[in-house]
């Protein structure tokens, strides 16, 4: 058996679907069905959220701009024996010639808005949807649960540890991007780094103090090579730890620039204070205190809440895989078919017919409600979808924006959220999401024919 | 700004670590550390569950055997104004050339088992931790998951439809497989089935109902093009859908080969149960039911413990999240430098020092209980870690597997576990993991050295 290679790219990307998308494209091209559709990608519930960050734009559009089969997809397909050629030919030709209507990455969104409105034939804007779903879903979660962290640190520094335990390779890359985006500090992973621009980060670990023969030596070891370094001192018994940060600037003199030390493990209050006194003692008022292990939110702010002097904290495990909710109820669903809105009737599932526009509302600098309205009814408010692709090409909105632009505008945005939704318990009342009176009509009509249609059957 | 290209690769994937694995190795190679290191992958507790199914071996060895940094990596770390040029001259031609032992993928694993040690100049073991973490951490959970949807399941087909709320690309692909190796039958991501060859599948979806002037006429068409497809019934009303198929069986005679109808909402028990009765008074006994909508173990069980006549499942979200418990408490730890054994002893995150090998003792085909013992120290029992590297290079026993072939003997694996811990709850007792002597010797001997080592600071 040949080695393979696993790893998703802008050459096999277009097989990143789920296989009813491509049966489904060969009937509707079978069919001769080739008029525009509308599909919207929106989150049903916020769940334990007060709203949710948008994220993932960027990678969706630079999807849609690359998107084609290459010859061994291609071959692919042909083997699996449901797909005749005349369909093949076309595939082989296929780019997604679309346009797109988007929320900004970093906009704050609510449950039943589109955070992004594909306007195509049918085939290609049903291709697309696994993919879409599959990064605007875990980037707009992660970049939630981040900003939720760091408003829990109360500007304390906050940086990225996550990527040991987060889901594979890609995941650790987009995660970074949407913590940053989101208001993190810094990435301990390089390759996104590298990718983005984001600031990188690292202390030393256990390992690195067991393989020297004292934690003494360790410690001096590496300060040597990295002056400003943090040192992790919980290896064997974290105080004692403390104190041979003490004893190696005794010892170095004005050439001791330690920035501060780490806590991996224990009461984090307790030794957290002990250590600060420790420190202060030995005239090292200036290394910071740095901690991490299991930490969210939550954690974050009890040690804070509990007079924990922390300066910066490592989040890891609990952000990389959002493990309070792993996963948010985004659908992908039309809405106009040949002009005709279009939904689903069965059981709490169903959808807003047509192409829409959200109007986001604004009091003394704080957002107060949104509209969801059909977009061809303007309103008063903000509106808050805009045209980032035409014809499979980004417009000038759709532009990949350099990440500290977008982390500006992302944190702005945030900001105008009232501050109910911004504490961590769920808020009361919730966010308020109008629907216009002319999309409620629609609704209601659209519903109307549905059940007068199937009642002709 | 230009556009980036965010996508994992072989060329890259030497930058898929944290900062710090790079520091210390920089460390390590200045302070001319290179003696030969252990470390152990394992994972710490099981929690929800009474097993783990180890995954991720092959995605692990391709990365070491092809580790390396390209020239733009060189050229970002030099950035960074961390490095200097000596070691990054050393890490242009930088290689892994360690040995590896390790369980093989499919092996049913328990906490603090290795399922992987890396035997290697400290450095490069070092390097490789979050990678290594990153893969089998995800790998192995999803595993796990799936083969506990496969128990719960009782002999129906299960199908991963996942990849739409997984968390990014490379999970997507890393799920198909690790689901399949467990016992999962079929996966709707067409990449996954293009590069590893697991056998795809998928139905149709509400849109295509939708997009048609009448669901009559959507069955109609879609059985045309695909005579032996599923056809989704919930779009309006279920059991009215489900008549239309009655009706179009009557329509086509013959012809009519459609093999099953799929249930996405609503109370599946009871809509399947009409559903049979619709479609066996209709002549369609063999017309099969597929059932799907927030489906995990749990819901499958109860399905069918309440007579659902269901025949098949598709598992999206739950599974391919792992919802219930995202991450598991996987770590990499340093057992040994230098010839000597090496823990870390602050709280509760300690670790088994040294070399091991676990066996495993079978009666009457069933596994009885484990016991992790010294590696020089011969045992009874089955010695499950196999070396897979040497000197960097995979062994015959490291080789890539057909997935087939792999997928039949992890079931084989499985099949001898306990009863007890195939049911979904709690196992009590769980399964028994032992220490041999020696190495509860050797741990208590490292404790006492290190301890004494402290006092005597």
Redo the contacts between chains.
């Keep these: 058996?040949t080695?393979?290679?696993?790893?998703?790219?802008?050459d096999?990307?277009a097989?990143?679907?789920?296989?009813?998308?491509?049966?489904?494209l060969?009937?509707?091209f079978?069919?001769g069905?080739e008029e525009t559709?509308v599909?919207d990608l929106f989150i049903r519930r916020l769940r334990e959220r007060n709203y949710l960050v948008a994220c993932g734009l960027d990678?969706v559009l630079?999807y849609l701009e690359t998107l084609h089969f290459s010859p061994?997809?291609l071959d692919?397909?042909e083997s699996?024996g449901?797909f005749k050629p005349d369909f093949l030919h076309y595939l082989a030709d296929f780019r997604f010639a679309g346009d797109v209507y988007a929320m900004p990455e970093g906009t704050p969104v609510f449950p039943n808005e589109p955070l992004l409105e594909v306007v195509a034939p049918?085939g290609q804007a049903?291709l697309v949807?696994?993919?879409l779903?599959?990064?605007i879903?875990?980037?707009t979660n992660i970049a939630t649960k981040a900003h939720r962290v760091v408003q829990a640190a109360q500007g304390c520094t906050i940086a990225d540890?996550g990527?040991?335990?987060?889901?594979?390779?890609?995941?650790?890359?987009?995660?970074a991007?949407a913590s940053y985006i989101a208001g993190v500090d810094f990435t301990?992973?390089?390759?996104a780094?590298?990718?983005?621009g984001i600031p990188?980060?690292?202390?030393?670990?256990?390992?690195?103090v067991?393989?020297h023969d004292?934690e003494?030596e360790a410690f001096r070891?590496?300060a040597a090579?990295?002056p400003e370094?943090t040192l992790l001192v919980?290896?064997?018994?974290?105080l004692?730890g403390v104190r041979?940060i003490v004893a190696l600037a005794k010892g170095l003199g004005n050439a001791f620039q330690v920035g501060s030390i780490r806590l991996d493990?224990?009461d984090l209050v307790a030794l957290a204070q002990e250590s600060r006194r420790i420190l202060d003692e030995g005239g090292l008022e200036r290394v910071k205190i740095f901690a991490s292990n299991s930490l969210d939110e939550h954690r974050i702010a009890d040690l804070l809440a509990q007079g924990a002097p922390i300066d910066g904290f490592g989040v890891g495990?609990r952000l990389g895989?959002?493990?309070d909710q792993?996963?948010?109820d985004?659908v992908?669903?039309?809405t106009e078919?040949a002009g005709q809105a279009?939904?689903?009737?069965?059981?709490?599932?169903s959808n807003l017919p047509g192409r829409k526009q959200v109007y986001r509302s604004y009091a003394a600098g704080k957002a107060t409600h949104d509209v969801i309205a059909l977009v061809d009814k303007k309103r008063e408010g903000q509106p808050l979808l805009q045209k980032v692709m035409h014809n499979g090409q980004r417009t000038e909105a759709g532009r990949?924006?350099?990440l500290n632009a977008l982390r500006e505008s992302t944190m702005q945005s945030l900001a105008h959220l009232p501050d109910r939704l911004l504490a961590r318990g769920k808020a009361d009342p919730p966010y308020r999401v109008d629907l216009s009176e002319e999309l409620q009509g629609s609704l209601d009509v659209t519903r109307h024919r549905?059940e007068q249609?199937?009642a002709a059957?």
């Design positions: 058996m080695a393979y290679r696993d790893w998703a790219n802008d096999n990307a097989l990143l679907t789920d296989l009813y998308q491509l049966t489904m060969q009937a509707y079978a069919e069905m559709a599909f990678t630079h061994a997809a692919y397909l699996l449901l049918i049903q949807e696994t993919f779903l599959n990064q879903t875990f980037q540890f990527m040991r335990r987060m889901h594979a390779a890609d995941a650790s890359l987009k995660a991007r301990s992973n390089v390759l780094g590298q990718i983005y990188v980060t690292g202390t030393m670990a256990h390992s690195y067991e393989a004292s003494a070891a590496f090579l990295y370094t919980d290896t064997y018994d974290t004692d041979k493990s224990g495990t895989t959002i493990s792993p996963y948010l985004s992908y669903k039309l078919y279009r939904m689903k009737l069965s059981s709490q599932k990949t924006q350099p549905l249609e199937m059957r």
